[in-house]
C-alpha cells in the first residue's frame, strides 16, 4: 500500500495544497496532528486538505482537540478522526493516538499524561501501523537542547505490539528523522510529506 503521510501543518496552505497534489499517487493519506496553531486555524487548513479523494486518516495534535478535529472533518468524506481507536484499511490495520503525550509546559495545549495514553494505546494492535502525534520516548523526539521529549506510553506500545510503522510529529526539531526499535519503523513526519510501501 502506497502511505503518503505528514505532520505539524501548522495552517501552512500551501503545504497543504502541494500534498493535495501528491495525494493522487496515494491509496493512503495519513495526517498525524497539528493541523491548526494555537486552535486558530483549523477549519481552514482542513478544507485545504479535503479536496483528497484518497482514504485519509488523521489524528488531533496538540493544537486542536479530537472534538475540533472531528467537527471539522465533518463534511469531508474521505477523512476519518482516530483517538485511542483502530481502522482497517484492506487489510491494514492502523492505530491512532492524538495529543501532547506528556503534558507540555502550554496551559492552551491539547494533552495526555502517560497514564491516559497508555489506557488509550490499550487496544493498538499487533504488527499495524501506529499514527502517534507524539514521538515515542528516545526516538526522534529530541529538542534543539538534546532533550527526549516523547512519551513512555507509547514507547512502551511500540514495544509491546510491534507496529510494522510508527509515524509522528510534534517535535519540529526531528522532522524528517527515522528511528527503529526492533522490527518497526519509526518517522518523525513535519509537513512535506513523506511516502512509506506497506504489505497488510
Do not use: K
Request: hydrophobic share 40%; aromatic share 4%; net charge negative.
Amino acid at each position: 500500500m502506497r502511505i503518503l503521510a505528514f505532520s505539524d501543518l501548522h495552517r501552512d496552505l500551501d503545504r497543504a495544497s502541494a500534498l493535495v497534489e501528491a495525494s493522487a499517487d496515494a491509496e493512503l493519506v495519513i495526517g498525524a496532528g497539528d493541523f491548526a496553531s494555537v486552535h486558530e486555524g483549523l477549519a481552514e487548513t482542513i478544507d485545504a486538505l479535503a479536496p483528497i479523494e484518497a482514504p485519509t486518516l488523521l489524528v488531533p495534535g496538540n493544537n486542536e482537540t479530537a472534538d475540533a478535529l472531528r467537527e471539522a472533518t465533518a463534511g469531508w468524506e474521505a477523512a476519518t478522526v482516530l483517538h485511542g481507536e483502530g481502522t482497517e484499511l484492506d487489510g491494514l490495520e492502523v492505530f491512532g493516538l492524538g495529543a501532547g503525550v506528556p503534558v507540555t509546559p502550554w496551559d492552551w495545549s491539547f494533552d495526555l499524561t502517560e497514564e491516559e495514553a497508555a489506557e488509550l494505546l490499550a487496544g493498538c494492535p499487533h504488527a499495524g501501523v501506529l499514527v502517534s502525534h507524539s514521538p515515542a520516548r528516545g526516538h526522534v523526539d529530541e529538542s534543539s537542547a538534546g532533550d527526549h521529549l516523547g512519551s513512555v506510553a507509547v514507547l512502551e506500545a511500540i514495544e509491546r505490539t510491534q507496529p510494522q510503522l510508527v509515524v509522528c510529529g510534534h517535535i519540529h526539531e526531528s522532522w524528517g528523522r527515522e528511528s527503529s526499535l526492533g522490527p518497526t519503523r519509526i518517522a518523525n513526519l513535519g509537513p512535506d510529506g513523506t511516502w512509506f510501501d506497506l504489505q497488510p
